[in-house]
């Protein structure tokens, strides 16, 4: 029976080896992909920053260029500057049906404030056909109160 008790020790430890190795390796994994998530957060922050100074330098061609590689990457800062230079034709000709729809693309990954600017396009009719109804669906998922 003693061997037997021995051997059984013998595969509980391996056992215990190979997970405490893959708990490791997956705490390592998760640690470089927050490493790797932190590092992209960075770029995108110096990206945005880099656009506002040119932007507030009054050169909109190259800020719009700088927001439309951002928003295109997914920035939700990116797509409301989009939207906002399109609206007012700062750096790009201006387009209210193209304001929309970089504002449909913000409220559709979840920012309030591509809900309330879609809600008002669909309001005033300005870049999209008016429709009160779409109007008060994107209010509602905004949070926005009548």
């Known amino acids: 029976m003693r061997p037997y008790s021995q051997i059984l020790r013998s595969v509980a430890l391996i ?3 190979i997970l405490t190795f893959q708990a490791t390796q997956a705490s390592q994994t998760t ?3 927050q490493a790797d998530d932190q590092t992209r957060i960075a770029r995108d922050m110096i990206r945005t920053l880099e656009a506002y100074a040119v932007y507030k330098m009054g050169q909109y061609d190259l800020a719009f260029e700088r927001y439309l590689a951002l928003a295109e990457d997914g920035n939700r ?3 409301m500057n989009v939207a906002n230079m399109y609206a007012e034709g700062k750096g790009v000709e201006q387009s ?3 304001a929309y729809q970089w504002n449909l693309r913000l409220a559709e990954s979840g920012d309030r404030i591509g809900m309330a600017a879609v809600a008002q396009a669909y309001r005033t009719g300005r870049g ?3 429709d009160s109804d779409r109007a008060r669906f994107w209010d509602t998922r905004a949070g926005v109160k009548e």
């Open 77 to 79: 800062q990116g797509m």
């Open 15 to 17: 056992i215990l080896t």
């Open 31 to 33: 640690q470089v992909q």
């Open 96 to 98: 209210d049906s193209n």
């Open 128 to 130: 999209v056909e008016q």
